[in-house]
C-alpha cells in the first residue's frame, strides 16, 4: 500500500513540475520552478526506491 502512495506521489511532482516547466509559470506560493527542484524530484524518486 505504501508503495502505491510513494508512486502516485512521484507522479504527482513529475508531473507539476513538467507542467510548471513547460508553462514557465511563476507561482509565488510554490517554489516551482527552481534551479534546485531537479534535485529534489532526484531525492523523491530514489526514497522510492529504497523503500521496495
Keep these: ?3 502505491k502512495l510513494y508512486f502516485a506521489f512521484s507522479l504527482l511532482l ?3 513540475f513538467s507542467v510548471s516547466k ?3 509559470i511563476d507561482l509565488p506560493s ?3 520552478p527552481s534551479p534546485g ?3 529534489l524530484l532526484f531525492v523523491v524518486r530514489n ?3 529504497k523503500t521496495e
Excluded: G, Q, R, W
Aim: proline fraction near 6%; avoid cysteine; hydrophobic fraction near 50%.
Design 1 to 3: 500500500m505504501k508503495l
Design 14 to 16: 513529475v508531473s507539476i
Design 22 to 24: 513547460s508553462f514557465a
Design 30 to 32: 510554490i517554489p516551482f
Design 37 to 39: 527542484s531537479d534535485e
Design 47 to 49: 526514497t522510492t526506491i
